[in-house]
T-cell receptor, first 114, second 112 residues
Framework: NAGVTQTPKFRVLKTGQSMTLLCAQD?????MYWYRQDPGMGLRLIHY???????AKGEVPDGYNVSRLKKQNFLLGLESAAPSQTSVYFC?????????????FGPGTRLTVL | GQQVMQIPQYQHVQEGEDFTTYCNSS?????IQWYKQRPGGHPVFLIQ?????EVKKQKRLTFQFGEAKKNSSLHITATQTTDVGTYFC????????????FGSGTKLNVKP
């Protein structure tokens, strides 16, 4: 099992550019999450999904869109990147809702927006 | 909204000293989880506490959940260099259990 994988690992964007981050899990998990991590602020939930075809807003959803067309994949899109979106992005998944189950995290994507 | 506060932000200890991090919530939590993140790594689940007053141990780590289920602590006895990392507590949102809120973390540095 690869667990949770994320691509790419690193990316540098210019302001206004767009990109998509891919998260894939091979554990047949229903729940998937996107977090961002900024220094001194812990992890903040951007969007989450409770199953294939579903998405919902988290704590800091503005400027991001997501899709979950397949159960194993959860995509995070930035339509027009801004310097404030410079961060480390983590994807996570769990079989049951995150509050009652272990969340398995991917290795992260380090994004810099110039 | 749900807020989970964690203190201290940083802790530097000499190897062999004890370490404690505290987590406080503005609302009652159904449960609380603890994660560890090594430098440059990703968060890794340590434990979940569910019951009021619950205490769980993992070798040198002791986790407690407060009686009112609004606070929690992680205590490490006789720290080792392998304990270096950032420790996060996390709990569900009061209005939506699918939303998960992490504390800001306590970064532990252990001097050999």
């Amino acid at each position: 099992n690869a667990g949770v994988t994320q691509t790419p690992k690193f990316r540098v964007l210019k302001t206004g550019q767009s990109m998509t981050l891919l998260c894939a899990q091979d554990m047949n998990h229903e729940y998937m999450y996107w977090y961002r991590q900024d220094p001194g602020m812990g992890l903040r939930l951007i969007h989450y999904s409770v199953g294939e075809g579903t998405t919902a807003k988290g704590e800091v959803p503005d400027g991001y869109n997501v899709s979950r067309l397949k159960k194993q994949n959860f995509l995070l899109g930035l339509e027009s990147a801004a310097p404030s979106q410079t961060s480390v992005y983590f994807c996570a998944s769990s079989y049951y809702p995150g509050y009652r189950d272990t969340q398995y995290f991917g290795p992260g994507t380090r994004l810099t927006v110039l | 909204g749900q807020q989970v506060m964690q203190i201290p932000q940083y802790q530097h200890v000499q190897e062999g000293e004890d370490f404690t991090t505290y987590c406080n919530s503005s609302t009652t939590l159904s449960n609380i989880q603890w994660y560890k993140q090594r430098p440059g790594g990703h968060p890794v689940f340590l434990i979940q506490l569910v019951k009021s007053g619950e205490v769980k141990k993992q070798k040198r780590l002791t986790f407690q959940f407060g009686e009112a289920k609004k606070n929690s602590s992680l205590h490490i006895t006789a720290t080792q260099t392998t304990d270096v990392g950032t420790y996060f507590c996390a709990g569900p949102g009061g209005d939506n259990f699918n939303k998960f809120y992490f504390g800001s973390g306590t970064k532990l540095n252990v001097k050999p």
